[in-house]
């Protein structure tokens, strides 16, 4: 009964800030690495950002969005967000949240890959555009 659901998605101007949910149910959230990835038409899934557990407290990000995205959770709402500012056209697309299959650490060597994640959200559309 592991759920996760993204949210926060729309249309903004390049430029501007978005802030994405991802709601957990089923386990509690904090207890594990959840990953970000995006997936713009007609290509493949890429790893925008992976935020381990509490207890672990390391995250993350893809070299083209480190510095102005940022994840972090609300353990009491069993919430992880991305927060996305200084948008670029280059990240529209579907954003999804997925749970490490194994592990409460987003490992540096294999956090990118979509193989290690399961129980993954329906997606959330971001359209950057003027």
């Known amino acids: 009964q592991v759920q996760l659901v993204e949210s926060g998605g729309g249309l903004v101007q390049p430029g501007g800030s978005l802030r994405l949910s991802c709601a957990a149910s089923?386990?509690?959230?904090?207890?594990?690495?959840i990953g970000w990835f995006r997936q713009a038409p007609g290509k493949e899934r890429e790893a925008v950002s992976c935020?381990?557990?509490?207890?672990?407290?390391?995250?993350w990000y893809v070299g083209s969005v480190r510095g102005r995205f940022s994840v972090s959770r609300d353990n009491s709402k069993n919430t992880v967000y991305l927060q996305m500012n200084s948008l670029k056209p280059e990240a529209t697309g579907i954003y999804y949240c997925?749970?490490?299959?194994?592990?409460?650490?987003?490992?540096?060597?294999?956090?990118?890959?979509?193989?290690?994640?399961?129980?993954w959200g329906q997606g959330t559309q971001v359209t950057v555009s003027s």
């Open positions: 935020i381990s557990s509490s207890s672990v407290g390391i995250n």
């Open positions: 089923g386990f509690t959230s904090n207890d594990y690495a």
């Open positions: 997925a749970r490490v299959i194994s592990g409460r650490a987003c490992e540096q060597s294999n956090w990118s890959s979509p193989v290690q994640y399961g129980s």
